[in-house]
């Protein structure tokens, strides 16, 4: 196993379109996150799977924010109708959720830049 | 919540000792986390501390003290490729971990 994929790597676009990002986590994880980040800035919770279920969302996520990881193994993150505060790296990560110290394992996440 | 300090940053020599220190605040403490990263590039993980105390591995350690809300990650013989963000990060009982801003370590020649 690779790691934590996700792709794209990097997305430009318009305000106002929608954009989806992929993670396939590594294959053993049954948690998976995903994170905002912003130059300076830590990683910011956005929300986190346990399986297919979607156990947390972050106040950060609004409306127009949705995940999915519909059978318990990749998951997508879409935003519709992008704006320029959506600029930012998001970051997907898993863990194994069991008897381990909680150590999450990131990808090298993907990119938004939205004009 | 949680509510994680750290400093902007930091520089220090080749060769020599760096301290990162890190407050927190948090309900239902699961462990606090220091991870490194790299312009460009995703956090990894370098320790864990759940209990009090020092620990140590390689030029890297860390410490706890769970009453005081405190952390610290020492980094020695400081090499130029130690050049990053470090993060602390504190993990709650539902999993989940919240990270400070970051501290931008600058190693000089």
């Known amino acids: 196993d690779t790691g934590v994929s996700q792709n794209p790597r990097h997305k430009i676009t318009k305000r106002g379109q929608n954009v989806t990002f992929r993670c396939d986590p590594i294959s053993e994880h049954n948690r998976l996150y995903w994170y905002r980040q912003t130059l300076g800035q830590g990683p910011e919770f956005l929300t986190y799977?346990?399986?297919?279920?979607?156990?947390?969302k972050s106040r950060l996520l609004s409306d127009r924010f949705s995940a999915e990881r519909p059978k318990g193994s990749f998951s997508t993150l879409e935003i519709q109708r992008t704006e320029q505060g959506d600029s930012a790296m998001y970051l997907c990560a898993s863990s194994s959720g069991t008897g381990n110290t909680g150590e999450l394992f990131f990808g090298e996440g993907s990119r938004l830049t939205v004009l | 919540g949680q509510n994680i300090d750290q400093p902007t940053e930091m520089t220090a020599t080749e060769g020599a000792i760096v301290q990162i220190n890190c407050t927190y605040q948090t309900s239902g403490f699961n462990g606090l986390f220091w991870y490194q990263q790299h312009a460009g590039e995703a956090p990894t993980f370098l320790s864990y501390?759940?209990?009090?105390g020092l620990e140590e591995k390689g030029r890297f350690s860390s410490f706890l003290s769970r009453s005081k809300g405190y952390s610290y990650l020492l980094l020695k013989e400081l090499q130029m490729k130690d050049s990053a963000s470090y993060l602390c990060a504190v993990g709650s009982n539902d999993y989940k971990l919240s990270f400070g801003a970051g501290t931008t370590v600058t190693v000089r020649a």
């Open positions: 501390n759940v209990l009090d």
């Open positions: 799977f346990q399986n297919e279920a979607q156990l947390e």
